[in-house]
């Protein structure tokens, strides 16, 4: 937009009349007529203008249109005096000399005065000093209308207040036709002023194109339709977006149906909260992949919207992170590391920041094992510290609403609609049932499954598993959820011996380019199971996948090249894979029989909106599950129970988190804070008043050194750098011991001719369990070490002798778990050598998901212990060593592919295609065409090659604006001390 030039801004003849009052209806409507004239100036018409905005912008804004009284609503119509004080407006003497001059001028009261409003705003503000200085003229010019008469008066004792004396002369001014006139002068200074305001404003407004999509840009609609395939919002979205509690900016939970819609709505109010109310805005996804998905999904809209999107999981995000001058960030996380991020802000002070927190899958507050405990303290934490910031939680499955609303003090939104109907049936033996009526239980015969199978057929699929999925693969899609990793392999195998050529003709091109790719990101490796199984476009999916394999799997099945997934129940809650027809293998998720809210969520993936116009579910079970399963969909929603009330363990880590960040210094302050919490709420319930547990947490904090009384008020109590360490770390008490012996002997003799004992300090022991120590391996292992690394095994105590007799099959007692401990650094170094995950799963005969699992572990210790150690000045060395170890880790792969793997969920496979097609650096994919990105690397969708590209321009611009904003702080401190050393020469 071009800056406005003075015709811009109307007809400036007509700018006698400098205001009007806003409280009568006349002038209401000149005031709207002024606001609407200033917005044409900046080619923004008031349609555009929601409540909010126009509140924004008209009031909250601009101090002086605010009253003093502090009962008075602030959404009230403008009844402030100094709105009409203007005419109370004081020449300054050397103006008074004009007034017989600009007399004979007609004053021109139109109303359509195009900068009254802005007038107006120079008068208020200069009348309000007035008044704040008492300096009330009575009567320096009785022949002026714009001048308060003598018979004002401002008794202290009066009844009416000063405002109404005022308002009322002032409303008399407005009816009466003027006198005597402002000097020119007077009227350039106001015109002048009135342009810097409206050049202020347009400003403001052309920063954010404001515009009539529910108070963001009309292009809105259009990056919708383009990037979501989303033409219209869905009723329940519409009456969403403008609840009061959304208008009002206050806390709200809405809970829908799966696949209702309900991300949209909480992106508009994202998108609202950055380009509208200029504040940074956090998005809370449960899982890493979820996070990348979203990133990479938001990218397009942040390039044309112009704010920033940080990705913050696993060791992505700057934490705290950097405070940015120009744009507003979108913190997309996972629940840990938004933790950390609020942590940050609120050590920094700088929580004023953040306008809006939004959870996705609320429930998760209830996860056992302590996610949830993390999400109540960071959910705790915002409503304690930062009551300016809104919270938005959503979520498919929850039942006590009414303990989460006290907890967030938020309204309830709740619709139980779906835009495709699902139709859950349960299928026993060959029948297939559905349920007519939750309250009585009533079930109805649906049909008799018919399938023509022979008798060998029955035997080995009696659960006629082939059979329900080929009513819909092809042409439609299917997901099969297994109970467990082997189960879904097992599946995979079996259905494939059944399914005719007709399915294998089916995109057969793709499907062999997908194997291709497949192939190509194992280096020549592929499972037996997804080689065949590819063919029927039939994959399974779980865990024991390596990333690549999983990503390359999804966005097969996203485009239709795969018809039919087998996977385990993570796949429900990770990335959208929505299908027609949804199988539930059994009714167990491992060895558990399922939970309602698991069982929701995956049937949740059937029906596809804009795709399909049913899905359906079927739960497969055998006759002696009939009444459990009976009981399970009869019963009300699972509730989520605070952490802190099932792990109380759990509130050390809390309580050592409030005393670091100066939350709670004294036991009065964590009950103060406590009360804040879900927990508080659930144990008021039922009578429950768990002091003695916060009191002996508090002595077990004091007791490992992680907390200290201060010595002049032993009331109080302060975290020691050992805390700070373990708060800084995330690390848990048992943990900060471990890490203290680890890191103490390293300190004794690091051998860093190699990065093995670096390793060898970050292996995650647990891992133990899941891969088995070989002596057969680690012999050969040992044997084909160099000198050097023969020296890091002495270091920590395994002796070439002692590698000798474990070849002879001697054990070890306490030195196997030495022994194991360096087997599987020797993994991780293979890995860290830049060996394929494929060739070191053949290697130490593991599930090749197992080493890939391995490796993140790894790095997430390394980073963990990174943070540990900045706290502890002993560890001065690792605090150099540590990051860069760290990023390299995480990684893991050659360096010349790092850069791409900065991109939002483009793991090793993808970063090495677009390297070897040529696009090396983050600015040659920047630059990229998604056409030509699609002509060069197989099987890319042209939707994710767009995202892709958008990413790499939001990193770039990203990169440059911190740049810009680093050389413009230099410059900034720069001609301060050179001002400085001037002043000096002078003097
Ligand atoms: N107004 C709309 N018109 C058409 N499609 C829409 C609309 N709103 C959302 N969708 C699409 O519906 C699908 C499901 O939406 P979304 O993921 O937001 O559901 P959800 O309510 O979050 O479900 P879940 O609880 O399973 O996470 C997505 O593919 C989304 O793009
Ligand atoms: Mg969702």
Redesign the pocket.
């Known amino acids: 937009m071009n800056s406005p030039s003075l015709s811009d801004f109307g007809d400036l003849s007509r700018l006698d009349d400098f205001s009007f009052d806003t409280s009568t209806p006349v002038s209401k409507k000149r005031f709207k007529r002024a606001e609407q004239s200033i917005l044409n100036a900046c080619n923004i018409t008031s349609e555009f203008l929601n409540d909010d905005f126009h509140d924004n912008l008209f009031s909250s804004d601009i101090p002086s249109l605010k009253t003093d009284n502090p009962s008075a609503d602030k959404n009230e119509p403008l009844a402030s005096p100094f709105l009409n004080v203007k005419n109370s407006f004081q020449l300054p003497p050397e103006d008074k000399e004009h007034h017989s001059e600009l007399e004979t001028e007609k004053l021109d009261k139109d109303d359509e005065d195009p900068l009254g409003y802005c007038q107006s705003q120079m008068v208020k503000s200069q009348s309000s000093k007035l008044l704040k200085t008492n300096n009330i003229p009575q009567n320096s010019s009785s022949s002026s209308p714009f001048t308060l008469s003598k018979s004002v008066h401002f008794s202290p004792g009066s009844t009416n207040s000063i405002s109404d004396d005022i308002i009322q002369r002032l409303k008399h001014n407005i009816s009466a036709s003027p006198k005597t006139l402002l000097s020119r002068q007077a009227k350039r200074s106001s015109l002048l002023f009135a342009l810097d305001e409206a050049q202020k404003l347009h400003e403001q407004l052309s920063q954010t194109s404001i515009g009539p999509f529910f108070g963001l840009p009309s292009k809105m609609s259009e990056l919708?339709r383009c990037h979501?395939?989303?033409?219209?919002?869905?009723p329940w979205?519409k009456e969403c977006l403008v609840l009061p509690a959304v208008k009002q900016k206050r806390n709200l939970i809405y809970s829908?149906?799966?696949?209702?819609?309900?991300?949209?709505?909480?992106e508009i109010l994202i998108m609202r909260e950055l380009l509208c109310y200029f504040k940074d805005a956090i998005l809370v996804l449960p899982y890493i992949s979820l996070v990348q998905e979203k990133v990479r999904g938001l990218a397009p809209f942040a390039i044309d919207l112009d704010f920033v999107i940080e990705e913050c999981a696993g060791i992505k995000g700057t934490i705290p992170p950097r405070k940015r001058r120009k744009r507003h960030t979108l913190y997309i996380c996972t629940i840990e590391k938004a933790h950390s991020l609020v942590n940050s802000m609120v050590e920094a002070k700088r929580m004023d920041e953040i306008g809006l927190v939004v959870v996705?899958?609320l429930h998760m507050i209830g996860e056992p094992g302590g996610r949830g405990a993390v999400l109540e303290s960071l959910l705790s934490k915002v409503t304690f510290i930062s009551k300016q910031t809104q919270i938005i939680g959503?979520?498919?499955?929850l039942s006590n609403m009414s303990d989460l609303q006290q907890f967030l003090n938020a309204e309830i939104y709740e619709k139980d609609f779906r835009?495709i109907e699902l139709k859950e049936y349960v299928k026993v033996d060959k029948e297939l049932y559905e349920l007519i009526d939750k309250h009585t239980e009533e079930w109805r015969l649906v049909r008799n499954l018919d399938f023509s199978y022979t008798k060998d057929m029955f035997c080995r699929d009696p659960d006629m598993i082939t059979g329900l999925i080929l009513e819909v693969i092809p042409q439609n899609s299917c997901l099969v959820f297994c109970p467990t990793k082997k189960h879904c392999e097992n599946v995979a195998k079996m259905v494939c011996q059944f399914l005719p050529d007709s399915v294998v003709s089916h995109r057969k091109e793709d499907k062999e380019l997908i194997l291709k790719t497949l192939k190509e990101e194992g280096n020549g490796n592929v499972c037996e199971i997804l080689a065949e199984s590819f063919k029927y476009g039939i994959a399974y999916h779980h865990s024991g996948l390596t990333m690549d394999e999983r990503k390359l799997i999804e966005e097969a099945y996203q485009n239709g090249v795969l018809c039919c997934l087998i996977c385990t129940s993570t796949l429900a809650a990770g990335v959208?894979l929505?299908a027609k027809r949804v199988i539930l293998r059994a009714p167990y998720v491992g060895r558990e029989f399922i939970t309602l809210s698991r069982y929701k969520?995956m049937i949740?993936?059937a029906g596809?909106?804009?795709i399909d116009d049913s899905g359906e579910s079927i739960l497969i079970i055998k006759p002696t599950d009939r009444l459990n399963v009976g009981k399970l969909l009869t019963s009300d929603m699972d509730s989520c129970q605070s952490n802190f009330i099932t792990e109380p363990a759990l509130l050390l880590t809390l309580i050592l988190s409030l005393a670091g960040l100066e939350i709670a210094n004294t036991i009065p302050d964590v009950y103060s804070f406590m009360d804040h919490t879900l927990a508080a709420i659930q144990n008021r319930k039922v009578g429950c008043t768990p002091s003695s547990i916060i009191e002996d947490t508090i002595k077990a904090l004091l007791e490992h050194n992680l907390i200290q009384y201060d010595k002049a008020n032993t009331e109080a109590f302060s975290i020691t750098n050992l805390g700070k360490a373990a708060f800084r770390g995330g690390v848990d008490i048992v943990t900060v011991e471990e890490f203290l012996n680890r890191l103490s002997q390293g300190l004794n003799g690091l051998v860093l001719h190699s990065y093995l004992h670096l390793l060898y300090l970050i292996t995650p022991t647990e891992f133990s369990t899941s891969i088995p120590f070989s002596a057969d391996i680690f012999y050969q292992m040992y044997n084909s070490l160099t000198s050097h690394d023969i020296g890091v095994a002495e270091r920590i105590g395994i002796s070439e002798r002692m590698v000798m007799l474990m070849a002879s099959g001697r054990s070890f007692g306490k030195n196997q778990v030495i022994l194991h401990h360096f087997y599987l650094s020797l993994i991780l170094y293979d890995l860290w050598n830049q060996n394929s995950v494929w060739y070191v799963a053949k290697k130490y005969n593991v599930h090749r998901g197992v080493i890939q699992n391995l490796l993140n572990s790894a790095s997430a210790l390394a980073s963990t212990l990174s943070n540990f150690c900045q706290e502890l000045k002993e560890f001065w060395a690792y605090q150099l060593l540590l990051p860069d170890f760290v990023k390299q880790l995480s990684y893991c792969v050659t360096m010349e592919l790092i850069p791409l793997m900065e991109l939002p969920a483009v793991k090793r496979g993808r970063a090495k295609q677009l390297y070897v097609a040529g696009y090396k650096t983050l600015p040659d994919i920047a630059k990229a065409h998604p056409r030509d990105m699609v002509e060069k690397i197989v099987h890319l969708p042209y939707k994710t090659a767009n995202q892709i590209i958008s990413a790499a321009k939001m990193i770039l611009m990203e990169k440059a604006e911190a740049l810009h904003e680093e050389a413009e702080l230099l410059m900034e401190e720069f001609d301060k001390n050179f001002s400085m050393l001037e002043i000096g020469n002078i003097l």
């Open positions: 919708l979501k395939g989303i033409d219209e919002l869905y979205q829908l149906p799966t696949s209702g819609g309900k991300t949209l709505v909480a996705d899958e959503m979520s498919a499955t835009p959208n929505p969520q949740g993936r596809r909106a804009g």
